[in-house]
């Protein structure tokens, strides 16, 4: 997205140095916040993309709007040097000088700057830290990522707005020229993505090539924009300028160099083939999921958890008279029952969408008895773009901008009807909405946690929360009427059990693309189409795909863990306002978020 994917989230972005102070250590609440703050404005001023992302992009930042990140090698090692005095910065911090949530912010932070800065000094490929190996991949680089940004993310109000939207098509030539620097850097090192991930980007990246400037996706999209703002000036020419002159010539190279690529790029599906390359693994397992499990661990739990999930499935088919042929093999069929299926036209699909709104509504009613506090910033339900369908998930959450302008996201993948049933639908919205991403985002960006809390993400709290929460909505009757829709949430977790499986099949064991695919394929009976997205989703973001599951499991394991210490004093409420009001953490941190729960209860 025209930026360091890693940036904000690891706390990597700086700039400038910051020698390590030889006085005595600070301390206190207020110079911890100052800290906090020193360390999110030098993020901000070297990531305008990142200032746009959390709708910080106007007064004293509305210059950042014109601009985009630093993608270039030069740009990475300084982000590198930057994460090393972060963290230098913080250790010369006295903790013990802090309580309460004040100390709970300094052992997030902690960690995210720590692991980060222990990877980044360890591989000298890719982005700044683990977890993303490749700069051009179907899932990676500003030709896939930068024109969803600039549509959705880059808002467009005033001539300004728009003035900043043309300056940035210029910024996203000059960013794909930095990528090709980087690239050849990482092909001299052995770095190239798989050969069916380059065949992706290649699609993606012709069609993007493919219309007249006047028609880009990059014109329109302004041009559409600056009409309904009705503003002056023809933007509709500025952009196809900027495209035709910068962009495409830009565009043009990448395209070129992917196809050198090809040239030299294997099958093998595994980040294990890198240098160094098991090693990457397990520091891309702590970046997504926070988890020092080793692969073989991994392997094992998603093995045990397709297993119960496979006979809770069973039970509840046959209640419905379904019995013949593996579990895989009647989730396949359902996937292909009529009844269950919205037609593959458009109408049909804005259908389905009005659809999953109601949903939303009718879980929406139920929030109160589950949660005390509830978020102020909506969410809508858009469907993925066309130009980005074929690559993209099945469904993600963007949340809302911090100035509450926009609201949360999210998104759902329309390219075939085929691919979201009826029956796996209503775990999707909860799992993306509420009371899942939003709920969990929006909640925290509207607490008083410092702002480097609300830009520091991690994957397996985050996912872990989504998925936790599409049990949520079992317990709550969501399902009560509806056998096919439970037997989608239980499919959707066995899914991310699934994951757990292939993940570190393909990264950890060595397993091919196709051995990945056909374990996916037989025991979710999903269509291969949709499969092929996933599997191949997983080999360029190794780790990514375990964070769900065990971020779930940690959930369940600390809400047993209190419900056993409190019993009759248990309340849910106030247990899914711990874990949401807090912030996202680490997988290891939720234990002493709950142990602070659980002590207030009893006092």
Same mark, same amino acid.
């Given at each position: 997205m025209?930026?360091?994917? *890693?940036?904000?989230k690891?706390?990597?972005?700086a ?9 005595a250590a ?11 703050d020193?360390?999110?404005k030098?993020?901000l001023?070297?990531s305008p993309?990142?200032?746009t ?7 004293a ?19 590198k ?5 972060q963290?230098?910065r ?10 309460g ?6 052992d997030v ?9 222990e990877?980044?000094?360890?591989f000298?490929?890719?982005?700044v ?6 700069i051009l991949?179907?899932l990676s ?5 930068g024109?969803s940004f600039?549509d959705?993310q %880059? ?8 003035d900043?939207? !043309? ?5 996203l030539?000059k960013?794909?020229?930095?990528e ?7 092909i001299a090192?052995?770095?190239?993505a ?11 990246m012709?069609?993007l090539r493919s ?10 999209s ?6 309904a703002?009705?503003?002056g000036?023809d ?7 900027a495209v035709? /002159? ?15 690529m090809q040239?030299?790029?294997?099958h093998?599906?595994? !980040?294990w ?9 397990r520091?891309?397992?702590t ?11 991994? %392997? ?13 499935? /069973? ?10 042929g593996?579990?895989?093999?009647r ?9 269950q299926?919205?037609?593959?036209? /458009? ?15 009718? !879980?929406?009613?139920?929030l ?7 978020p ?9 773009p066309?130009?980005i369908?074929a690559?993209a ?5 963007n949340?809302p901008?911090?100035d509450?302008?926009r ?23 909860? %799992?993306?909405?509420?009371?899942? *991403?939003?709920?969990?985002i929006?909640?925290s ?13 991690f994957?397996?709290?985050i ?11 079992v317990?709550i ?13 239980? %499919? /959707? ?7 757990l499986?292939?993940?570190?099949g ?14 996916y394929?037989?025991?979710l009976g999903?269509?291969?189409?949709e499969?092929v ?8 973001w ?8 065990l ?9 047993a ?18 874990m949401l !009001? ?6 290891a941190?939720?234990?002493p ?6 002590a207030?209860?009893?006092?």
């Open positions: 025209l930026n360091r994917r *890693h940036a904000l690891t706390g990597a972005a700039v400038a140095m910051s020698a390590v102070p030889a006085f600070p301390g206190g609440a207020k110079a911890l916040d100052a800290l906090f020193q360390f999110m030098e993020s001023d070297l993309v990142g200032v992302a959390l709708g910080l992009d106007n007064g930042r509305a210059y950042q709007k014109s601009l985009v990140d630093d993608a270039s090698l030069a740009g990475i090692a300084k982000l040097a930057l994460q090393s005095s963290l230098a913080l250790k010369a911090f006295d903790r013990n000088s802090v309580s949530q004040d100390q709970a912010n300094y932070v902690m960690y995210s700057f720590a692991t980060g800065d990877a980044a000094k360890r000298n490929y890719g982005p830290s683990a977890g993303q190996p490749y991949s179907q680089g500003n030709a896939v990522n024109p600039l959705t %880059h808002t467009i109000e005033t001539k300004a707005d728009a900043a939207y !043309v300056a940035r098509l210029g910024g030539a960013s794909l020229d930095q090709i620097e980087v690239t050849r850097h990482d090192l052995g770095v190239i798989p050969d069916f991930a380059l065949a992706k980007l290649m699609l993606a012709t069609k219309p007249s400037p006047e028609a880009s996706p990059l014109t329109e302004v041009v559409r924009r600056a009409k703002a009705k503003l000036g933007y509709g020419a500025m952009a196809a300028r035709k /002159d910068q962009v495409y010539p830009a565009l043009d190279r990448q395209i070129a160099l992917v196809k050198e040239k030299k790029a294997t093998d599906a595994g !980040v083939k890198l240098p160094n390359g098991e090693q990457y693994y520091d891309s397992l970046y997504w999921a926070t988890t020092s499990m080793s692969p073989q661990e991994i %392997h094992q739990t998603g093995l045990d958890i397709v297993k119960d999930h496979t006979a809770k499935i /069973d039970a509840i088919m046959k209640t419905q008279g379904m019995t013949k593996t579990v895989g093999e989730l396949a069929a359902m996937y292909k029952d009529p009844k299926l919205y037609a593959n036209t /458009d109408a049909a699909k804005e259908q389905l969408i009005a659809d999953l709104n109601a949903k939303v509504k009718e !879980v929406r009613a139920k109160p008895k589950l949660f005390i506090t509830l102020k910033a909506d969410v809508v339900i858009k469907r993925v066309k130009n369908e690559s998930p099945g469904g993600y959450y949340g901008s911090l509450g302008k609201p949360g996201i999210y998104w759902i993948n329309l390219r075939d009807a085929a691919e979201v049933p009826r029956w796996v639908l209503p775990t999707l919205t909860f %799992h993306e909405a509420i009371p899942g *991403h939003h709920m969990q929006a909640i960006q509207e607490t008083k946690l410092p702002l480097i809390r609300k830009a520091i993400g994957s397996a709290y996912e872990g929360w989504a998925l936790y929460a599409e049990e949520v909505a317990e009757g969501m399902y009560d009427n509806d056998p096919f829709g439970h037997i989608g949430q239980l %499919h /959707d977790s066995m899914f991310r059990g699934v994951r499986v292939v993940d570190s393909m990264h950890g064991l060595k397993w091919s693309r196709e051995k990945a695919l056909n374990y394929t037989s025991t999903n269509p291969e189409t499969a997205t996933e599997i191949e989703r997983y080999c360029v190794p780790g990514q795909a375990c964070s769900y599951m971020g779930k499991l940690e959930f369940l394991k600390q809400r863990r209190a419900q056993k210490a409190l019993g009759a004093k248990f309340d849910i409420r106030k247990y899914h306002d711990t !009001v807090g912030g996202a953490v680490p997988l941190l939720m234990g978020m709950n142990d602070r729960y659980i207030d209860a009893n006092s």
